[in-house]
Antibody
Framework: EVQLVESGGGLVQPGRSLRLSCAAS????????MHWVRQAPGKGLEWVSG????????VYADSVKGRFTISRDNAKNSLYLQMNSLRAEDTALYYC???????????????????WGQGTLVTVSS | DIQMTQSPSSLSASVGDRVTITCRAS??????LNWYQQKPGKAPKLLIY???SLQSGVPSRFSGSGSGTDFTLTVSSLQPEDFATYYC?????????FGQGTKLEIK
């Protein structure tokens, strides 16, 4: 059974940093592209970033470009999101999601999210 | 960026009803359209991918259709567990974008 478990969320002041982690199990992690998707309280879903199987290609939403960095460690079956210069509008539940595909240079997987974690809440407030 | 617009934003229906939710893309996306179901306090769940392919384990009362810019999700006979919020998402190009959601409520 696929399991994705996010951690690292919490309350942080504007301008500070936070690193989210996603521990994956139940599938061959290094064979799949992975993504972060967020959901502000009471709002809809927003794709944040994705990374292909070998970390050779990453893409970011404009809203986080230059501030967030996605990475993965295939030896540890883990996905990460380094979030710097946090803003109040980054407050959301952050989900880790597994792509159906592997991805390649210029192609971020198949683009549909077949498994999701339960999310970790990030609150940016002074 | 490709904008995704769902209609209606909310919908009241009864158990046993047939319901249809529509999703329109701001530009053609071929069949790169996916549907998710989200229940309160839970993560989204993939229902349909590539416009009309049923995800493994999803009941056959769910179906999707469409191509280009116009797509539909149909539930043939609503069950109590189907009352939730539904989102479409395009996977034609990054940034991947979602519709605003359709909340399906019990009448």
């Amino acid at each position: 059974e696929v399991q994705l478990v996010e951690s690292g969320g919490g309350l942080v002041q504007p301008g500070r940093s936070l690193r989210l982690s996603c521990a994956a199990s139940g599938f061959t992690f290094h064979n799949y592209a992975m993504h972060w998707v967020r959901q502000a309280p009471g709002k809809g879903l927003e794709w944040v970033s994705g990374i292909i199987w070998n970390s050779g290609y990453m893409v970011y939403a404009d809203s986080v470009k230059g501030r967030f960095t996605i990475s993965r460690d295939n030896a540890k079956n883990s996905l990460y999101l380094q979030m710097n210069s946090l803003r109040a509008e980054d407050t959301a539940l952050y989900y880790c999601a597994k792509d159906r595909g592997q991805g390649s240079s210029g192609l971020l997987g198949l683009g549909w999210f077949e498994s999701w974690g339960q999310g970790t809440l990030v609150t940016v407030s002074s | 960026d490709i904008q995704m617009t769902q209609s209606p934003s909310s919908l009241s229906a009864s158990v046993g009803d047939r319901v249809t939710i529509t999703c329109r893309a701001s530009q053609t996306i071929s069949n790169y359209l996916n549907w998710y179901q989200q229940k309160p306090g839970k993560a989204p769940k993939l229902l349909i991918y590539a416009a009309s392919s049923l995800q493994s384990g999803v009941p056959s009362r769910f179906s999707g259709s469409g191509s280009g810019t116009d797509f539909t999700l149909t539930v043939s006979s609503l069950q109590p567990e189907d009352f939730a919020t539904y989102y479409c998402q395009q996977s034609d190009s990054t940034p991947y974008t979602f519709g605003q959601g359709t909340k399906l409520e019990i009448k």
